[in-house]
């Protein structure tokens, strides 16, 4: 019976994690399977190392603001060796430490379904194990970056978001194709950490297109003045690299070919179910996983099957496979006591969920987009104020450049979306999550005074804006 656990977790990132610590809190056993490292994509090769490499250049960016500072260039070993710190040097000791200490079985290999409960296991020295659960097996895979087919694309061997995030010494040329914020963010790390041209392809009109039109919009004027160029309105037909590590060339639909030494591809991700058995249990295989608000899956009789984070396709973010995962876990196990279920109405990994993307302006956002607002029937009014006419912001330094943006609901008086674009505004996201989530009426935030001289003291001119 060492093998036979309440709940077992495909896949040890923080989603995966998170459910086997809910459920082990709410009385249950539990085993993670993971077949590279505990911690997963975002630990290692996302949001860690990422916002380690964009650190030094955001910093950069606000010195430059300031009369009288000033900082000598980069020191990009330096910088490297602070990211492999940050990832812990690619070993994920400590994430196993934490799973045992839950405590929660680790095993180390690939997990496959086999059948209803039953997880089949190739480990790492070629055996193989079978796990089988009494309560609940819970897909947490994630998600790997989509390549598109594209000739030359595969023998070109381009970047993704591993790669460039483990990046051992930075390209002098580099080109990045996609418009999101994978290509954003290593754009403008790469670039700031000495990348001597860097080039970003884009199918649309601009950078950030699921966002509000203006946060794209800064973005790219921000880019222009560090040098960045941004094509838009094109896409790639061809890669050409006759050589491996070589020159690559990018031939494009629209406007001259784009030499690099490397090519990012950053235009998507896509579920990792390819190779996790779904097609034993009558689901297809390498789709997302369609679950319900309790995150177990639909279409999966006796109902023992859950999906959580990416791997779901309901929201493509690290807090949000996690809350998904609280959530998850602790409806596990109180179906396997016979509680009532804690209430699932309207969660946040729908509209509340809140995004940053860490460039310079950083770009933050919570709720729907005007554009989406409208699409979905509401009688919406949108409250823009330029960020640089607050005190706090002129006080951080000298050009400071941005702007916030409401979308009020005006049937029922409350936010539905906002919007920050601005250096340093990732830590005015919070206060706004809060606002939209829990639909606080405005005439309540106008009781909400913020501090002087900060940027949060945008929230009183967005509600004098407004007419409050």
């Known amino acids: 019976m060492a093998d036979e656990f309440d709940v077992i977790v495909i896949g040890g990132g923080p989603a995966g994690e998170n459910v086997a610590d809910r ?7 539990a085993a993670i399977v993971e077949e590279r490292l505990a911690g997963g994509e975002c630990s290692y090769w996302a949001c860690v190392p990422s916002k380690a490499l964009l650190r030094p250049v955001d910093l950069m960016g606000e010195v430059a603001r300031v009369p009288g500072l000033s900082l000598g260039p980069l020191d990009v070993e330096a910088v490297l060796a602070r990211r492999d710190e940050a990832v812990s040097n690619y070993s994920d000791s400590g994430q196993v430490g934490w799973i045992e200490g839950v405590p929660a079985e680790f095993v180390r290999g690939h997990g496959r379904l086999d059948g209803p409960k039953r997880v089949r296991v190739t480990t790492e020295d070629g055996g193989e194990r079978v796990l089988t659960a009494r309560q609940a097996v819970v897909l947490a895979t994630g998600s790997t970056a989509a390549v598109p087919r594209v000739p030359g694309m595969v023998e070109a061997e381009p970047w993704t978001s591993h790669e460039v995030t483990a990046a051992r010494s930075v390209p002098e040329r580099l080109a990045v194709l996609g418009g999101g914020v994978v290509a ?44 960045i160029e941004v094509r838009t309105r094109t896409d790639a037909v061809r890669i050409e690299r006759p050589e491996r590590g070589g020159k690559v060339t990018v031939h494009l639909s629209e406007g001259p070919p784009v030499e690099a030494d490397e090519l990012l591809v950053a235009t ?25 608000d309790s995150m177990r899956a639909t279409g999966v009789p006796d109902g023992w099957l859950y999906a959580v984070g990416d791997v779901n396709g309901r929201a493509l973010l690290t807090h949000m496979g996690k809350y998904q995962a609280r959530i998850c876990g602790d409806v596990i196990a109180a179906r396997a006591r016979g509680d009532e279920l804690p209430a ?15 460039t310079d302006p950083q770009v933050c956002a919570v709720g729907r987009t005007e554009a989406v607002a409208r699409e979905e029937g509401f009688r919406v009014r949108v409250v823009d104020y330029e960020l640089g006419s607050v005190t706090g912001a002129y006080l951080l330094g000298d ?29 005015l996201l919070h206060g706004a999550t809060i606002a939209v989530t829990a639909e606080v009426p405005l005439e309540r935030l106008w009781h909400a005074v913020p501090s002087f001289p900060t940027v949060s003291e945008v929230w009183l001119r967005l509600l004098e804006a407004y007419g409050l």
């Open 23 to 29: 459920a082990v809190r709410g009385g249950l056993t």
């Open 184 to 227: 954003c963010e290593m754009a403008q790390a790469m670039h700031g950490l000495g990348a001597r041209q860097t080039t970003v392809l884009v199918r649309g009109g601009g950078l950030l297109a699921r966002m509000e039109p203006f946060a794209g919009e800064l973005l790219a004027d921000s880019f222009a003045e560090a040098g």
């Open 268 to 292: 998507g991700r896509r579920p990792a179910t390819g190779d996790i058995g779904l097609g034993t249990i009558g689901l297809p295989d390498g789709k997302y996983v369609e679950v319900d």
């Open 344 to 358: 699932m109405r309207d969660l946040a990994d729908g509209f509340g969920a809140p995004q940053v993307v860490f």
């Open 399 to 427: 050009g400071y450049r941005g702007r916030a943006r409401a979308v009020v609901d005006e049937d029922r008086k409350v936010l539905l979306g906002v919007t920050f674009v601005g250096p340093g505004t990732a830590e």
